[in-house]
């Protein structure tokens, strides 16, 4: 069986079409399985029906016009049920039912098997027998596992606009792609791909009209990469067989314009450009190889993968075009990095869309503070054909609208409008402290790592900086910066908010987060080597840092603080203490005249929760990093959209752990704030007001809307909320029940301006 699979799934990747792949699978199955009858219906949205749509062994002028209710017969069944039906006499249970056009009156053994994709039923595959039997365990584990294959091409067929069911159940001219939010805000623009280097199988679609340079540019890799496999050869010459360096003459031959060379030249003169095209003749030989019985020449697929890759390499370096990028740029890729987010010049940036990470990765904590409306997590986005196509981002709900019609361009228009004329509303309390109605006083602070934020926090009315993430600088250079490059820095920020206190935190790599001069490279990142645990095995570079932090605050009227991140243990906090009081003595022994800045801890693990106390004792401060404590709280990876539903920041294990940062603190009459996400959220910031946290800081695109909330509501309603919240144990009906009361306040458009949180 496992022999059959592998050879169905290699034809299923090589199928041109969806139809191809559906008459494959059930031509196949049926040979496998020497059953008498396969099939396949598939959920068309429009009708809420399953289609009839390939066959073999029932009557297949039926595909395409025979259709069921949703609650209809057996494949209604197995679709309700979500799991595989096997019967030995279909036609004796109660919700058969016999369509007279399909002919399916003589079979009685009945197997059928859900067509799943992210919890949602796209189709069901259905094996039948004349005899009266029972499939065993190994056929249906069989038919499971392709069913599980399938539901992958029936999601891209979808995504591409490909699928087409009924007449009625069409595709229309625009495609929505469920994502989950990075950043708020509503973009229409241009999809520009952006793709890493050398990733043959990532290159988009692209069409071209100069021919003649293309083909130049395609030749010009060519022959760069011949001679860089005749060097390779010639040094390996003396140390390896004779059959083994008969590698590289193969290498040499395929280049050759009789072979690869010639059909790649073949698809440009047909107005692609060369890596597409690259790209596709690469991987029809790619299929080939791999569909071959032979091991060893399956095994040459990966050859020609490899000398496509190196192609593609060198065509990148030989191809001198400048990216050109419309006014409404909307930057989609396969994966966003910070890198990604500086190549589009802002003034022209309107959005972004990744097709992996989460609403809660670095990546999308950066666009949130930019203001760039970002969606993360859209797998089946078709990003290699949406290159300089139309494209609508809408960051609140998180989804994505490829071609959108011109109805829906005037819709999300009219929601541009209203949330620029809500934050002009608000902007006239920006200079203002904020109050609750009832006149408790909240400090609102900012997340800062760039000096573009200074601007615009300020001008929001930021009383202090939270976060200032020191390793922002340290991801946009290509070594460690010096102690003096980083004093310079440093120093900046400190001047630009003086006199209000700037909090630094210490070096956070690892996780998400990587140096490109500096690689971590681990099985489980966010459990391995990141934050102070870097820094105190590299000491070298914590006191670097700690005293560039301490001398660039030299003669300037404001309060530095300095912040250790990924704490778990009260050890970390004593030996960092150690290196910072050593920093201190160091600097005013030179003559120097610095304050010994405060130090606080970032409560980010459950174990810093449970030992909260112990460590608010050693430090002046504690500021809870609601991202990372969420993720660590509740075992989700913040990167991974297929358990993106389950990061909750109203969970109930959330808030009683937040609840318990807060008194340990208070109870040693010592400061504590918020830094994460969740405190940008007007409905959470409502409920962290109430426990008594002292600071709330945030993305400056969320402050304006906090102060808005926070002024508009009282703090003793708050306290009664909170205390409600508290007694609830499901996380859906917190937040449910938080912003229907903030509704009741009239605060229901700051909600709808957090749709995401």
């Known amino acids: 069986m496992l022999e059959i699979l592998r050879s169905v799934i290699q034809e299923v990747n090589r199928a041109g079409d969806l139809e191809a792949v559906l008459g494959i699978i059930v031509e196949r199955v049926k040979d496998a399985m020497n059953t008498e009858v396969c099939s396949i219906y598939l959920h068309d949205e429009h009708d809420e029906r399953f289609v009839f749509m390939a066959t073999r062994g029932l009557n297949t002028d039926a595909v395409g016009k025979v259709s069921l209710a949703l609650d209809e017969g057996l494949v209604g069944y197995v679709a309700e049920r979500a799991e595989p039906i096997n019967l030995e006499d279909a036609q004796n249970h109660p919700r058969n039912r016999f369509f007279e056009e399909v002919g399916e009156e003589p079979f009685h053994a009945f197997l059928g098997v859900p067509i799943i994709h992210h919890r949602k039923v796209l189709g069901v595959l259905v094996v039948q027998q004349t005899q009266t039997r029972r499939f065993d365990e190994s056929e249906e584990a069989f038919l499971i596992t392709l069913s599980a294959q399938l539901a992958g091409v029936i999601a891209h067929a979808e995504a591409t606009g490909s699928l087409m069911l009924t007449d009625t159940g069409k595709k229309k001219g625009s495609t929505r792609f469920l994502g989950i939010s990075g950043a708020s805000g509503v973009a229409i623009g241009t999809a520009i791909v952006s793709f890493p280097e050398a990733e043959l199988h990532e290159v988009p679609d692209k069409q071209v009209e100069d021919v003649e340079t293309e083909i130049g540019y395609f030749q010009s890799a060519i022959a760069a990469t011949r001679d860089e496999i005749s060097t390779i050869a010639a040094k390996l010459e003396d140390r390896l067989q004779p059959e083994e360096l008969a590698l590289f003459d193969a290498y040499l031959h395929m280049l050759d314009d009789s072979a690869i060379s010639g059909e790649v030249i073949a698809l440009i003169k047909d107005g692609e450009w060369a890596q597409s095209a690259l790209r596709n003749v690469i991987g029809a030989h790619v299929d080939n190889f791999e569909a071959m019985e032979d091991a060893y020449l399956r095994e040459r697929g990966a050859d020609v993968r490899d000398l496509g890759n190196r192609v593609l390499s060198k065509l990148q370096s030989t191809d001198t075009r400048v990216q050109i990028y419309p006014n409404d740029t909307i930057l989609v890729s396969k994966e966003l990095t910070p890198a990604d987010l500086a190549k589009v010049p802002r003034e022209k940036l309107a959005g972004f869309v990744s097709v992996k990470g989460s609403g809660k990765s670095h990546v999308a904590i950066l666009a949130e503070a930019m203001g760039v409306p970002t969606v993360m997590g859209v797998e089946d986005l078709p990003i290699e054909i949406l290159d300089e196509k139309p494209i609508i981002v809408d960051g609140f709900e998180g989804v994505v609208i490829t071609y959108p019609k011109e109805v829906e361009k005037t819709y999300y228009r009219r929601i541009i409008v209203e949330e620029a004329a809500l934050v002009e509303d608000i902007k006239v309390s920006g200079d203002q402290p904020c109050h609750t109605l009832d006149g408790h006083r909240v400090r609102l602070w900012v997340n800062t790592g760039l000096m573009t934020d200074v601007a615009r926090s300020l001008d929001r009315g930021a009383e202090g900086v939270g976060l200032y993430r020191t390793e922002v600088h340290f991801m ?81 009227d404001s309060m530095l603080r300095i912040m250790l991140p990924m704490v778990s243990s009260v050890a970390e906090v004593d030996e960092a203490q150690r290196l910072i009081s050593q920093c201190y003595r160091e600097i005013i022994e030179q003559g120097v005249q610095v304050e010994m800045p405060d130090v606080g801890v970032m409560i980010e693990v459950p174990a810093a929760v449970y030992q909260a106390r112990d460590i608010i004792k050693r430090v002046d401060f504690l500021s809870v990093g609601s991202n990372d404590l969420i993720q660590y709280m509740l075992a989700v990876d913040r990167n991974n959209a297929q358990v993106a539903e389950l990061y909750q920041e109203f969970h109930p294990a959330v808030l009683h752990a937040l609840d318990h940062v807060v008194k340990a603190a208070h109870a040693e009459n010592k400061g504590i704030g918020i830094c994460g996400e969740m405190a940008g959220n007007p409905s959470a910031a409502v409920l962290l007001m109430a426990m008594g946290f002292d600071v709330l800081s945030m993305n400056s695109t969320s402050l304006l809307m906090v102060k808005h909330a926070l002024s508009n509501f009282e703090m003793s309603h708050a306290s009664e909320l909170l205390a409600s919240v508290l007694k609830m144990d499901n996380a859906y009906l917190i937040k449910n029940f938080i912003d229907e009361e903030m509704r009741k306040a009239g605060l229901g458009n700051v909600v709808r301006s957090r749709r995401h949180s």
């Not at 250079?477 to 210490?506: C, K």
């Not at 987060?513 to 095995?537: C, H, M, Q």
């Open 476 to 556: 946009m250079n290509d070594r460690f910066p010096t102690e003096e490059e980083q004093r310079v820095i440093y120093r900046e920020h400190l001047e630009a908010f003086a006199p209000r206190p700037v909090t630094m935190r210490t070096l956070d790599i690892g996780g998400d987060k990587a140096l490109s001069y500096f690689p971590i490279n681990e099985a489980n990142p966010f459990l391995g080597w990141r934050g102070i645990r870097v820094t105190l095995d590299h000491p070298e570079i914590f006191l670097s840092q700690v005293k560039a932090m301490i001398r660039a605050s030299e003669g300037i």
